[in-house]
């Protein structure tokens, strides 16, 4: 179970009731690997990102074709999947990130059959180095498995639902 507080008018989090510390504006429940939140009919392609927010902003502006499954990968981690090691931070000292190489029995989000084609939505407000090691894992790992893949990576110190507010 997945459950995101979002605005009426935009898809952006808004603060839910009660207890910040225990409520929180995005809360999944009984989390299995491989999930994934599918917001439509599955099409031979794909959009995903973390949130359910993000993916329909994207979807919102425009960016995709009309015929196209939109999802929600829930996290970075589930939308890459394993990866075979960690490298350095390049500013973080103490801190790993991903090595871009896909750990193929780790898969992460399952994808339908049926889709040949995915576009990895990244989030431009969040570590930039831990962002595109996932997405690089992720998009790797699609093509492996036989898909076309490519990364649309939002502004700088924004998401998609940011760009799709200041529009």
Same mark, same amino acid.
């Given at each position: 179970?997945?459950?995101?507080? +979002?605005?009426?008018?935009?898809?952006?989090? +808004?603060?839910?009731?009660?207890?910040?510390?225990?409520?929180?504006?995005?809360?999944?429940?009984? $989390? $299995?690997?491989?999930?994934?939140?599918? +917001?439509?009919?599955?099409?031979?392609?794909?959009?995903?990102?973390?949130?359910?927010?993000?993916?329909?902003?994207?979807?919102?502006?425009?960016?995709?074709?009309?015929?196209?499954?939109?999802?929600?990968?829930?996290?970075?981690?589930?939308?890459?999947?394993?990866?075979?090691?960690?490298?350095?931070?390049?500013?973080?000292?103490?801190?790993?990130?991903?090595?871009?190489?896909?750990?193929?029995?780790?898969?992460?989000?399952?994808?339908?059959?049926?889709?040949?084609?995915?576009?990895?939505?990244?989030?431009?407000?969040?570590?930039?180095?831990?962002?595109?090691?996932?997405?690089?894992?992720?998009?790797?790992? $699609?093509?492996?498995?036989?898909? +076309?893949?490519?990364?649309?990576?939002?502004?700088?110190?924004?998401?998609?639902?940011?760009?799709?507010?200041? $529009?």
């Amino acid at each position: 179970l997945h459950r995101t507080y +979002l605005d009426k008018a935009l898809p952006v989090k +808004l603060k839910p009731p009660g207890d910040p510390r225990r409520n929180l504006a995005k809360k999944v429940f009984g $989390q $299995q690997a491989g999930g994934m939140i599918r +917001l439509g009919p599955v099409r031979p392609i794909m959009a995903t990102g973390e949130g359910i927010e993000t993916t329909l902003a994207w979807y919102q502006l425009g960016l995709g074709p009309d015929d196209i499954c939109i999802a929600a990968a829930i996290n970075l981690g589930n939308m890459a999947g394993g990866s075979t090691g960690s490298i350095p931070h390049p500013t973080l000292s103490k801190r790993k990130i991903p090595n871009g190489t896909p750990e193929m029995s780790r898969p992460g989000m399952g994808i339908p059959k049926n889709v040949t084609e995915v576009i990895l939505l990244g989030d431009g407000d969040s570590d930039p180095a831990n962002t595109r090691a996932h997405l690089l894992t992720a998009m790797r790992r $699609q093509r492996g498995e036989g898909r +076309l893949s490519s990364i649309h990576m939002a502004p700088a110190k924004m998401d998609w639902s940011d760009v799709l507010r200041e $529009q």
